[in-house]
């Protein structure tokens, strides 16, 4: 049987990395799309397996280029700018990469008359402004999102949608809820306390670990989990559907810095110290997610205990710093 072509956009990222590896591991010809200014570190372990295209996803041309020549039975649509912090700070930066991004890649694979199956990484951030009698929360949802990342994956998910009722583009859209795990980039939360950890017990910060707001409620899936939803979504998802993909349980923010912290050996002596640059111009209070629809068409389970995650993502850190 012949292997299947999986292109991923974004796979030297966080999670392309590891789905790249999962991929491979199902015997995949796998093909990236890479920027010359992106660092590899994340697929330094596996690159030699890997095929990847230097591409820009708002050059349509270079998009279409590879599309074309790589005819990919599979599409993982994964390359944005993913940080919500970061939305404020470049609005029309996030909006432009992730939404005409976006359109250029669905372009592509219309001019080259193909007919892959899409799966496009949406996001929980879409939900935005969720009140405490809609949770667990489904696909059916009111969306209200709350920052410029958020509104730019509203738009995303419904070009997903209109290129399916539109040209019949075979493009499945997955809410991801928040997920985290070795490599999970610096910026974001989990990472940050732990590399934060990890450098204090190295004596290369003093012992206080700066955050923003504690009290947010996160769902949180180990990354490796999260990936493996991605390949069922097109191997077993309905074109044109939305799934939530998350673990179904929600930790707050200050539960999981406890966490790291208890797994520190200078945990005695660290001190929580709230930064006001941290604080986002408004947060979702609580993201809690129902994956009933995902399991129920692709069979998928999460296997990997938060507190498992929390482990390899402090050894991750502890090894780099």
């Not at 667990?136 to 209200?144: A, Q």
């Not at 040209?167 to 070795?182: L, S």
């Not at 939305?242 to 208890?262: A, P, R």
Request: charged share 25%.
């Amino acid at each position: 049987m012949q292997a299947k072509k999986s292109l991923i956009t974004g796979i030297t990222g966080f999670a392309g990395s590891h789905l790249a590896e999962l991929l491979l591991s199902r015997g995949h010809e796998v093909w990236g799309t890479t920027r010359p200014r992106s660092k590899g570190d994340n697929i330094d372990s596996i690159k030699y397996n890997l095929h990847l295209e230097d591409a820009d996803l708002l050059d349509s041309h270079s998009l279409y280029t590879i599309v074309s020549k790589i005819k990919p039975d599979y599409i993982f649509h994964l390359a944005a700018q993913s940080f919500v912090q970061s939305s404020w700070a470049s609005p029309a930066n996030t909006v432009e990469l992730n939404v005409v991004g976006t359109v250029h890649l669905f372009e592509a694979v219309r001019r080259a008359e193909i007919n892959p199956v899409i799966q496009i990484a949406c996001s929980s951030e879409e939900y935005g402004m969720v009140y405490k009698d809609e949770t667990p929360i489904k696909e059916t949802n009111p969306l209200r999102p709350l920052s410029p990342y958020a509104v730019s994956k509203v738009a995303m998910d419904y070009l997903g949608y209109q290129y399916f009722m539109s040209y019949g583009v075979k493009i499945i859209r997955t809410r991801g809820f928040n997920h985290t795990g070795p490599r999970r980039g610096e910026v974001f939360a989990t990472s940050n306390f732990a590399k934060q950890i990890a450098e204090i017990e190295k004596g290369k910060r003093l012992p206080i670990v700066e955050v923003g707001n504690l009290d947010a409620e996160r769902d949180w899936t180990d990354v490796r989990d999260m990936v493996k939803a991605y390949l069922l979504a097109v191997e077993k998802g309905e074109p044109g559907e939305v799934y939530n993909i998350c673990s179904e349980k929600t930790v707050k923010v200050g539960d999981m810095l406890n966490m790291l912290i208890s797994k520190s050996n200078a945990k005695d002596k660290i001190e929580i110290k709230q930064d006001p640059s941290r604080m986002r111009p408004s947060d979702v209070p609580i993201l809690l997610g129902d994956a009933t629809k995902f399991k129920k068409a692709t069979g998928w389970v999460t296997e990997i205990p938060f507190e498992k995650t929390m482990e390899d993502l402090l050894s991750y850190w502890r090894e780099r710093v």
